[in-house]
Nanobody, 116 residues
């Protein structure tokens, strides 16, 4: 089992920045990739950014150039730096860990609201 705890969400004005953190614990030796998804009200959960431990990183087109995913292996933590935030970025952001056997673990989610 892998446990994920997110933090860093909140209310920010358009054009502002936030950094989300996701701390992993448990059977992290089996994790092959980590990333972030988001779910806005009335919409399906969608991928935002994924990084594999082999060094591959992918972003949704809607966040390319504005969001950056990174990780601190020593702290077993993944970050999502979000810049130039837009109202359409408002959603609950979920951390995801993917095991080598492709099983998935989710965090509890953290709310990001972009509004003036």
């Amino acid at each position: 089992q892998v446990q994920l705890v997110e933090s860093g969400g909140g209310l920010v004005q358009p054009g502002g920045s936030l950094r989300l953190s996701c701390a992993a614990s448990g059977s992290i030796f089996s994790v092959n990739a980590m990333g972030w998804y988001r779910q806005a009200p009335g919409k399906q959960r969608e991928p935002v950014a994924i990084t594999t431990f082999g060094g591959t990183t992918n972003y949704a087109d809607s966040v390319k150039g504005r969001f950056t995913i990174s990780r601190d292996n020593a702290k077993n933590t993944v970050y999502l730096q979000m810049n130039s935030l837009k109202p359409e970025d408002t959603a609950v952001y979920y951390c995801l860990a993917v095991n080598k056997d492709l099983s998935r673990y989710w965090g509890q989610g953290t709310q990001v609201t972009v509004s003036s």
